[in-house]
């Protein structure tokens, strides 16, 4: 019989249900803004992967991204109606964050299809990753959901494989994606912590205010594994971090 490794076991919040948890009025609006911007970012997703189509080079390709479009819809769904049944309307629980991420893929549009692909695959990746890190603190019932959500739509491997095709092809191409992918580094970080930084209730849990949340030298080692993964996913690309 194996003994539970009770020094890993979850504690404070972690260990409890939505019910219980949400009975904090600071956990519960850090919460919504959680969700609400999740649901925001799988409903920009959904947009962009069925834009990115469009810039498909075969019939194959864009079959795949409308499938992958339609798993992000489905994601945004199930966060909606999560909203719903905690009585928050959810739309009112995405509209603030809608203009930090609406400006952040304006100024990241991509001018192809390849860098189309290396968007989604970093700046989405950045996002889970920093979600997932989140999950860890939030009571099980929605922690269950959004580790649901952040599942991977099949647009990892799928990138990973036209790309590395791509400069297998042409190395020259390599060069121009890894400074792009850089720069989708940098903007999606400073718009992952402006969006903390604006909202007050998300903010508290990730320092430390809500129960046993992020303390801030937790928050500087998040950021530096989120920085570690996003160096293997560019090797993975076949690009130079």
């Known amino acids: 019989m194996e003994t539970p490794d009770i020094a890993n076991a979850p504690t404070g919040i972690a260990a409890q249900d939505w019910a219980t948890a949400s009975a904090d009025p600071r956990y519960h609006a850090a919460v919504v803004d959680l969700l609400g911007a999740l649901a925001y970012g799988e409903l920009a997703a959904?947009?962009?992967?069925?834009?990115?189509?469009?810039?498909?080079p075969t019939l194959g390709d864009k079959a795949a991204l409308a499938r992958m479009a339609s798993a992000e819809f489905s994601h945004f769904e199930r966060l909606s109606d999560r909203l719903t049944a905690?009585?928050?309307?959810?739309?009112?629980?995405?509209?603030?964050?809608?203009?930090?991420?609406?400006?952040f893929h304006r100024?990241?549009?991509?001018?192809d299809w390849?860098?189309?692909?290396?968007?989604?695959?970093?700046?989405?990746?950045?996002?889970s990753d920093f979600?997932?890190?989140?999950?860890?603190?939030?009571?099980t019932d929605t922690r269950e959901l959004v580790l649901a959500v952040l599942d991977d739509t099949g647009h990892g491997n799928f990138a990973v494989e036209k790309v590395r095709a791509a400069i297998e092809a042409?190395?020259?191409v390599g060069g121009r994606l890894a400074l792009w992918?850089?720069?989708l580094m940098g903007e999606?970080?400073?718009?992952a912590q402006r969006v903390v930084a604006d909202r007050d209730a998300l903010s508290t849990m990730l320092v430390g205010g809500v129960s046993d949340g992020f303390d801030l030298a937790e928050v500087g080692r998040m950021f530096s594994r989120i920085t570690e993964a996003h160096t293997k996913r560019m090797a993975a690309l076949g690009l130079a971090a």
């Open 46 to 56: 959904f947009e962009r992967l069925a834009e990115d189509a469009k810039l498909a």
């Open 86 to 103: 905690i009585d928050v309307e959810p739309t009112a629980s995405m509209e603030p964050f809608a203009q930090a991420l609406d400006d």
């Open 107 to 111: 100024q990241t549009a991509p001018s």
């Open 114 to 127: 390849l860098e189309g692909l290396v968007k989604a695959y970093v700046g989405d990746s950045i996002a």
């Open 131 to 139: 979600y997932r890190e989140v999950a860890a603190r939030l009571d």
């Open 170 to 172: 042409d190395p020259r």
């Open 181 to 183: 992918a850089r720069r």
């Open 188 to 191: 999606a970080l400073s718009q």
